[in-house]
């Protein structure tokens, strides 16, 4: 099962995402990319996924363009602008779905609130990518 998550920087919903479906089933082909790489992962979706005992940080953001004449059992979006603007895929794409989520690294205010921001969606995004696990892989 071959899977890509889309968002925007790909620096923060995705590679979290991409670290939660991993860990439910190693035998997975997941990659992460974005429409607008970022320089780098965002470094609290780095430690709130070390939180949570998930290791994301060997990953690093990739743009999508490097992934479109591949074929792929899934191509998920996690954010509207990578949903409004993804790209054409010249390879097989089997299904497209969009699993939406706040970005944290948008968050303002507190330390405290913005951390609590990073938790929150972090534990999102295990619930929306476990229930696409069950209902649509296991």
């Given amino acids: ?5 889309l ?5 923060c919903r995705s590679q979290m995402a991409h670290g939660w479906l991993q860990s439910f089933d190693k035998s ?3 990659h992460s990319a974005g429409t607008e790489p970022a320089p780098r992962v965002n470094s609290k979706a780095v430690k709130v ?7 994301i940080s060997n990953h690093y953001p990739k ?3 490097r992934y479109l004449n ?4 899934y191509v998920i979006t996690v954010c509207g602008g990578a949903n409004e603007s993804c790209p054409t895929f010249s390879g097989k794409v089997n299904h497209r779905i969009h699993i939406g989520f706040d970005d944290p690294s948008h968050a303002t205010g507190t330390d405290e609130f913005i951390w609590s921001e990073f938790i929150r969606v972090r534990d999102e995004i295990k619930r929306g990518f476990y229930q696409f696990y069950i209902n649509e892989i296991y």
């Fill in 1 to 5: 099962m071959k899977i890509l998550i």
């Fill in 7 to 11: 968002c925007t920087g790909n620096s």
């Fill in 28 to 30: 997975l082909e997941v």
């Fill in 49 to 55: 996924m070390a939180e949570a005992g998930i290791d």
């Fill in 63 to 65: 743009n999508v363009d």
């Fill in 70 to 73: 591949e074929e792929w059992d």
